[in-house]
């Protein structure tokens, strides 16, 4: 097993602008409340339910750069799997090793299209049991071993990690409107996590006499 393997983790759920105007005619007029139309209700952390962009952030493991950037207006995590493999693969010209997700992206499909590629998932066995498939049954009996379950421990010291710099940041709240400016937002964000893990690699990394 490698410790170059690939995530793609939620990096969370981010609320998108909510705002209320006075209308500025007859003053007994009700405020109009005036939300995203991109965005879609979703069931946020704290167990509410407001207008929300679904972030996704992929990181490797071994230096934990974030590498990918994915935000849709769909609540399923499982839809976001392939297309961040995708893009990766993509954008890196080569398939990695190994894909770390939680269980909120298990699917046969995401499974069974990773593998196709030459990508083992890693990814919990909480679901699809009783389906089979080539795919399904290594998958299962990959994530039984020591190995495979050393490897996921990876998963969360590294994208939780990033999850937690971003919403330090505070993007956690979206101050714009629209999936493409949100999305800028992501980049914004992932790109000032890559600056200063790269600044901190350089100050740890052995300078030449």
Excluded at 78 to 85: I, S, W, Y
Aim: charged share 20%; proline share 4%; net charge positive.
């Amino acid at each position: 097993m490698t410790h170059s393997s690939w995530l793609n983790i939620k990096a969370g759920w981010y609320q998108a602008q909510q705002r209320k105007k006075q209308n500025k005619g007859d003053p007994a007029e009700a405020r109009v409340s005036s939300t995203d139309a991109q965005a879609r209700v979703m069931k946020l952390p704290d167990g509410g339910f407001r207008p929300a962009f679904n972030v996704q952030y992929c990181a490797e493991t071994k230096l934990g750069l974030v590498v990918g950037v994915g935000i849709g207006n769909s609540g399923a995590d499982q839809d976001e799997l392939v297309p961040m493999h995708a893009a990766v693969m993509a954008a890196y010209g080569r398939a990695v090793p190994n894909w770390l997700a939680d269980g909120g992206y298990v699917s046969q499909e995401g499974i069974e299209r990773l593998s196709a590629h030459g990508t083992a998932p890693c990814l919990p066995v909480g679901a699809l049991l009783k389906r089979a498939s080539r795919a399904l049954d290594a998958w299962r009996t990959r994530m039984q071993t020591e190995d495979a379950k050393a490897l996921y421990r990876w998963r969360a010291r590294t994208i939780e990690w990033v999850n937690a710099r971003v919403s330090n940041d505070g993007f956690y709240v979206v101050n714009v409107r629209g999936l493409t400016k949100a999305r800028a937002l992501a980049l914004w964000h992932a790109l000032a996590h890559n600056l200063r893990r790269l600044s901190a690699l350089r100050l740890a990394w052995p300078q030449p006499a």
